[in-house]
């Protein structure tokens, strides 16, 4: 008699089914449950449950998206909140960068319609003219050591993290920018924060600068002569 029809194969072919079977069923139930603790999250307003949440999203993220989206969940506050839980997962290892391996990139959308700056190789070069509010923001992020481009899309972000090797980055941008420069991250396997827009568009769009500021400051210390930028933004 063959051995694939012993009594020895056909008991291990049906434990290997029944394990296999729970697997799935175990993950489709950790699934529901995280979409309906995340659902709770983004209806609510609050982070619950985040050290069950964090590491389950990192297996699961897939199948969880779409029972989120199978309860009802807008496109747009599942997106911003998968941003938050990223940025949450990330923020340990972005801390624990030293600034001088860091770097920071900016849309160009954010600079006035008026700007006088060039497009170079290496993005735009603010001249810190005072017509909008990054120039002032990128002279204070240079203080305290970061790395800043201004950049006009995500094929300069590649060719800059290429030349220069950050370790993290903090992304500024509209919602699906900062989604898609943090998906791009994990797959090159920089650790990102991302800093979503207040106001989107194609020009003089509004970044959140008091957002950037303490997205800057993770694990260094506010330099004494830091100026405040939670003012109203420009
Ligand atoms: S501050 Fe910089 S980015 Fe803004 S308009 Fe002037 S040169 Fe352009």
Redesign the pocket.
């Given at each position: 008699m063959s051995f694939f029809y012993s009594g020895i194969w056909i008991q291990l072919m049906i434990l290997i089914g029944e394990v296999t079977l729970f697997f799935i069923l175990g993950m489709l139930l950790a699934a529901v449950a995280l979409a309906i603790i995340a659902a709770a999250s983004i209806t609510r307003g609050k982070f619950y449950l985040p050290r069950i949440l964090i590491p389950g999203m990192v297996l699961l993220e897939g199948l969880v998206k779409a029972f989120c989206k199978l309860l009802g969940l807008d496109d747009k506050d599942l997106v911003t909140f998968f941003i938050t839980l990223r940025n949450t997962m990330n923020t340990k290892a972005f801390s624990e960068t030293p600034v001088e391996q860091r770097a920071i990139f900016l849309p160009q959308c954010?600079?006035?319609a008026?700007?006088?700056?060039n497009l170079t190789p290496e993005g735009?070069k603010?001249?810190?003219?005072?017509?909008?509010s990054?120039?002032k923001n990128?002279v204070w992020l240079e203080s305290i050591g970061y790395r800043v481009f201004?950049v006009p899309g995500s094929t300069f972000i590649k060719r800059m993290v290429k030349k220069y090797h950050p370790q993290a980055i903090i992304g500024v941008g509209c919602l699906m920018e900062i989604k898609d420069g943090i998906e791009m991250s994990d797959r090159i396997g920089l650790v990102a924060i991302g800093v979503v827009n207040l106001k989107d568009g194609c020009v003089e769009t509004i970044a959140d600068w008091a957002a950037v500021r303490d997205a800057a400051l993770l694990g260094l210390k506010p330099p004494s002569d830091a100026v405040d930028f939670h003012g109203p933004a420009e």
């Open positions: 954010l600079r006035s008026q700007c006088p700056a735009l603010c001249r810190n003219c005072g017509r909008c990054v120039g990128v201004i």
